[in-house]
């Protein structure tokens, strides 16, 4: 089994920044890719980062230039630094690690971003 823990959300002001922790623990022998979803009141659960085993990224195109993703396999860690936040950014992010195929969710955190 694997645990996914999210933490470093919170209120910002608009052009803020904020850096996400994802901590995956458990039965992880290696992370095949991590992503970063997050959902707003009202709307659809949005993609908004991945990366891979080898460190390939991915972003949203409502995020490129504003966030990077990165990793510490060591400590089985990933980051999302977002920084110029809007306050469309604001929502519940979630990130989800995929460890031999399934992926394991953590319960999110909310950011709030105020204009």
């Known amino acids: 089994q694997v645990q996914v823990v999210e933490s470093g959300g919170g209120l910002v002001q608009a052009g803020g920044s904020l850096r996400l922790s994802c901590a995956a623990s458990?039965?992880?022998?290696?992370?095949?890719?991590v992503e970063w979803y997050r959902q707003a009141p009202g709307k659809q659960r949005e993609l908004v980062s991945t990366?891979?085993?080898?460190?390939?990224?991915n972003y949203a195109d409502s995020v490129k230039g504003r966030f990077t993703i990165s990793r510490d396999n060591a400590k089985n860690m990933v980051y999302l630094q977002m920084n110029n936040l809007k306050p469309e950014d604001t929502a519940v992010y979630s990130c989800?690690?995929?460890?031999?195929?399934?992926?394991?969710w953590g319960q999110g955190t909310q950011v709030t971003v105020s204009s």
């Open positions: 458990g039965s992880i022998f290696s992370i095949d890719f």
């Open positions: 989800r690690v995929v460890v031999s195929a399934t992926g394991y």
């Open positions: 990366i891979s085993g080898d460190g390939k990224t």
